[in-house]
Nanobody, 126 residues
């Protein structure tokens, strides 16, 4: 049973930085894709970034390219999302998700992930 626990959210001014963490437990993750999604009030959940655990390949939404970096620590079974140059439109609840053997074409599809964390709130003030 895979379990995901996010941490690191908070309130930050525009232009600031935050680092989110997603601690995974329950099994080995060599075949998994780990993703970050976010949901703003009144909006649908959207893809932010993903990383393939086996080879470290990364994927980003266009809106965060150049500002956000996803990474993993194999020993700690933890995935990170470093968020720089934050904007008010980055505000939302950020969720960590996991999916085994996910093809590249589907990494942005939230319905392809079968394990989710509880979410962590990120608020960026203008």
């Amino acid at each position: 049973q895979v379990q995901l626990v996010e941490s690191g959210g908070g309130l930050v001014q525009a232009g600031g930085s935050l680092r989110l963490s997603c601690a995974a437990s329950g099994r080995t993750f060599s075949s998994y894709v780990m993703g970050w999604f976010r949901q703003a009030p009144g909006k649908e959940r959207e893809f932010v970034a993903a990383i393939r655990w086996s080879d470290g390949n990364t994927y980003y939404a266009e809106s965060v390219k150049g500002r956000f970096t996803i990474s993993r620590d194999n020993a700690k079974k933890t995935v990170y999302l470093q968020m720089n140059s934050l904007k008010p439109e980055d505000t939302g609840v950020y969720y960590c998700a996991a999916s085994p053997n996910l093809g590249t074409s589907f990494v942005q599809s939230s319905n392809r992930y079968d394990r989710w964390g509880q979410g962590t709130q990120v608020t960026v003030s203008s």
